[in-house]
């Protein structure tokens, strides 16, 4: 068989054998194109979403998802729909998420802080426990967490509590996932706050404590005002988890879809029951979604100095 003869030229080699490359200019429009293409493809899905969320169930029915509805297929109803079912379940995720968020930072920031800075004896063993802690699947503490909470009976122990302004006997299970999710998130915010606390100036907290501080008052004076960026980025961390989380609401909260209902359950019984209604979902997925965007962008600048390991 006859081979053919390729020059170097066409074959992309110069006359000594070397590939040729690609003009600056050209490699920056290659550069663009393909991350113009990974844009367009990772925001499809959402921009699919948000058209559905403004059609009628008609107009679903009869175009893509990509395509935006057209004359007289154009509604807010669906969003109206879900802020609407989906009210007091927002309600109850704020009241569960921010107590838990905030819990479980201060109290990863505290044990970060007397495994990291403070020496006393038997520091590994419990470092190991916390490592341990982060690697338990939420699976394995289902049943467990059933069994505590039907045994505690929190709302008996907290009845006093009932007659107060705002609260009621349905809150006490949004306070056992608080507990539930404060316990759950406390290895990983202490792992996260020691690999920061480790990186400060041993020399400055010496001087502090030379200077007659005790432990306490260098954390709440030198430690805590430092730990900003860290704090950034386990409340993100943490809000995200327990907002979106539905295993251990499921489990925790017996009475399903009653007043006690966090979002993602209220997001869950958006589905019409026979005749789906793909448009009010996705708008109540966007409405679930709403408050984790804002923290992103509140606290975003410290989230990105946290990651960096900047304090």
Do not use: C
């Amino acid at each position: 068989m006859a081979s053919a003869n390729v020059s170097p030229t066409d074959s992309g080699q110069d006359d000594d054998g070397n590939r040729r490359r690609l003009p600056g200019s050209k490699r920056r429009a290659a550069l663009y194109v393909v991350l113009v293409g990974l844009l367009l493809f990772y925001l499809a899905p959402l921009e699919a979403g948000l058209m559905t969320a403004f059609k009628t169930t008609q107009e679903f029915q009869r175009s893509l998802p990509l395509v935006p509805p057209g004359p007289g297929g154009f509604t807010i109803e669906p969003w109206t729909v879900a802020v609407r079912e989906m009210a007091d379940a927002l309600v109850n995720s704020l009241l569960l998420a921010v107590p838990a968020t905030i819990l479980s930072a201060l109290l990863g920031s505290l044990a970060a802080y007397g495994l990291t800075n403070i020496d006393w004896r038997g520091q590994v063993g419990v470092v190991l426990l916390f490592v341990a802690g982060i690697f338990i699947p939420y699976q394995a503490v289902l049943i467990p967490l059933s069994r505590l909470f039907a045994i505690v009976d929190t709302a008996s122990l907290l009845s006093f509590l009932w007659g107060l302004p705002f609260l009621q006997e349905h809150h006490a299970n949004l306070i056992n996932l608080i507990v539930a999710h404060t316990a759950y998130g406390i290895p990983i915010t202490t792992l996260l706050f020691r690999g920061y606390y480790k990186t400060f100036s041993a020399e400055m907290l010496e001087a502090a404590r030379l200077d007659g501080a005790s432990a306490f008052r260098v954390y709440r004076r030198i430690v805590l005002p430092l730990s900003k960026p860290m704090f950034a980025v386990t409340l993100i961390y943490q809000f995200t988890q327990i907002w979106n989380d539905l295993l251990f609401a499921l489990v925790i909260i017996p009475s399903g879809s009653g007043p006690a209902a966090v979002v993602t359950m209220a997001l869950n019984n958006l589905t019409g029951g026979i005749i789906q209604t793909f448009n009010t979902q996705m708008a109540g997925a966007f409405v679930a979604a709403l408050p984790t965007l804002l923290v992103y962008v509140l606290f975003g600048d410290y989230f990105a100095r946290g990651v960096a390991g900047e304090s």
